[in-house]
């Protein structure tokens, strides 16, 4: 997966700034070009003396666009770009851009509403996480007020498939771009009770998801360093839970089989990730 050309969405508050940071982090260690873009909603052409109306309210959107993106300026400075784009909905202005502009990623922030340090996924996020043609990576609440330095590591979150499969090779790209090791993590889900029949089946589980991982790191491990881990919770969240978190970390998630080839389509499992998660979460796109 290329990091050449970073497309991050912004507005004027909080989570724009959050999604900024988040993308001028990856500007600068991946050494990529990044766009700053805002999405405001189209103006329809009315007949009469309506029109007084439409140009005023023109006039009031090219001034909040401009306003927008100086405080984005203010942030990542003038080797960043900065466009303004048209479209109803902001996450499927997003998409066109990304299309439009060669984008290898789009970043945001976080919906509002959420806790600090975790991902609320808002109208903006849910179109692009199911329809965007290329990655989404979504910055938690707060994330611009201390970001790390650098990336320090990728964690993959692996279940065996040819997604996912897809996805470590992908991880393994980014994470030599970025020059930082890789973690596959493999959630093994457990109800809590001691039932010997569901003891020994959460033993297999166990074993098979642990081979797994080795066989899928194996193929990585010439080009970088890479660690398995099988995280076990009773949901997952407490599976998260269950391992440590470095300040530079990013998930790495595979979109969902069911969904269409070249797009992102987040799963349930993912969505879980995205809601329990304390560091960003990139979604790849669906490749196979």
């Known amino acids: 997966m290329k990091l050449d050309e970073v497309l991050a969405g912004f507005i004027p508050e909080a989570r724009g700034r959050d999604g900024l940071r988040l993308a001028m982090l990856i500007k600068e260690q991946a050494h990529a070009r990044l766009t700053v873009a ?87 996020a849910d179109q692009l996480l199911h329809s965007s043609p290329v990655p989404v990576l979504l910055a938690p609440r707060g994330y611009g007020d201390q970001p790390p ?39 093994v889900i457990s109800t809590g009770r001691r039932a010997r029949i569901e003891q ?14 080795r066989a899928a790191a194996r193929g ?24 440590s978190w470095l300040a530079g970390e990013m998930i790495i998630c595979a979109s969902s089989d069911t969904g269409p080839l070249r797009r992102v389509f987040l799963g349930d499992t993912s969505i879980k990730i995205v809601r329990a998660a304390t560091c960003p979460v990139m979604i790849l796109t669906r490749q196979t």
């Open 38 to 124: 805002t999405v405001q909603p189209p103006v329809w052409s009315a007949p009469g003396p309506a029109r007084a109306d439409e140009s005023a309210w023109r006039a009031y959107l090219k001034e909040q666009a401009a306003a927008t993106l100086a405080q984005a300026r203010e942030l990542a400075g003038d080797e960043a770009g900065y466009v303004v784009h048209t479209n109803k909905g902001s996450g499927r202005g997003l998409v066109e851009l990304a299309r439009k502009r060669g984008a290898d990623v789009v970043v945001i922030g976080s919906a509002p509403g959420g806790g600090r340090g975790r991902i609320t996924v808002g109208s903006t």
């Open 149 to 187: 330095a650098a990336f320090e590591r990728l964690t993959v979150a692996y279940r065996r498939g040819p997604g996912c499969d897809a996805a470590v090779k992908d991880a393994a790209v980014t994470a030599v771009a970025l020059d930082v090791p890789l973690r596959l993590v493999t959630l």
């Open 200 to 213: 020994d089946m959460l033993l297999r589980l166990r074993d098979q998801a642990a081979a797994d991982l």
């Open 220 to 243: 990585q491990r010439r080009r970088l360093p890479v660690e398995v881990e099988v995280l076990e919770g009773r949901n997952v969240a407490q599976a998260l839970s269950a391992t």
